[in-house]
């Protein structure tokens, strides 16, 4: 019974992942022009990525990525100072807090402290550079951005700030990523700015 609990364990602690997300009171447009919860968007497109990108995912990684933002919208960026010092606050409470509702819904899910940890290892981003799974949800992070939400934050800064948040989420990733990446369906006007940040 305990060999069969463990079989449904994934596919478990995934949907109790999204049903966290479903709360998200903003909403967006999915492909299919439905309105779904923001963070339930963003998840299921998470997984969708690492799927494609890195199909041998082990457990712990899938978990990861699925909950790399989960509940997100429980604090929210205004609740810090409009600064950069602000940001990297509210970005390094963010790790904190979702590292924590991931491992309760694990817990709860019945998985063993091992696998807990080493999801909060991923979400906190330990590593990086130096433990490869780290890299790759690093990789499907930046490839998410890029593909859904890239267009829409290009219309809302100035070319210069487009261009200087391609760069940076360039150099965060890998050779495979930056290669799938360039496979992107970008608009004309949406590669040109990515070809001056990376050129």
């Known amino acids: 019974m305990a060999h069969d609990s463990s079989i449904h364990r994934l596919p478990r602690t995934l949907a109790a992942f999204d049903q966290a997300n479903r709360q998200d009171p903003r909403t967006d447009y999915d492909e299919a022009g439905r309105v779904v919860p923001s963070e339930l968007l963003y998840a299921q497109r998470m997984s969708e990525t690492l799927h494609a990108f890195y199909p041998d995912a082990p457990e712990t990684l899938q978990l990861a990525a699925r909950s790399q933002h989960i509940e997100r919208w429980k604090i929210p960026r205004n609740q810090y100072p409009m600064d950069r010092k602000g940001y990297l606050l509210w970005r390094s409470q963010l790790k904190k807090f979702h590292s924590n509702r991931a491992a309760e ?7 063993e402290q091992e696998a807990v940890a080493r999801v909060v290892s991923l979400i906190s981003k330990k590593q990086l550079k130096r433990d490869a799974e780290v890299q790759v949800l690093e990789d499907v992070i930046c490839l998410v951005f890029l593909q859904y939400y890239f ?3 290009a219309k809302k800064h100035t070319d210069e700030k487009v261009i200087d948040i391609v760069a940076k989420t360039w150099r965060k990733m890998s050779g495979q990523g930056q290669q799938a990446a360039l496979s992107l369906p970008f608009s004309s006007g949406s590669l040109e700015i990515i070809k001056k940040a990376i050129g």
């Open 105 to 111: 819904i694990m817990q709860e899910q019945g998985y």
């Open 151 to 153: 267009a829409a934050f």
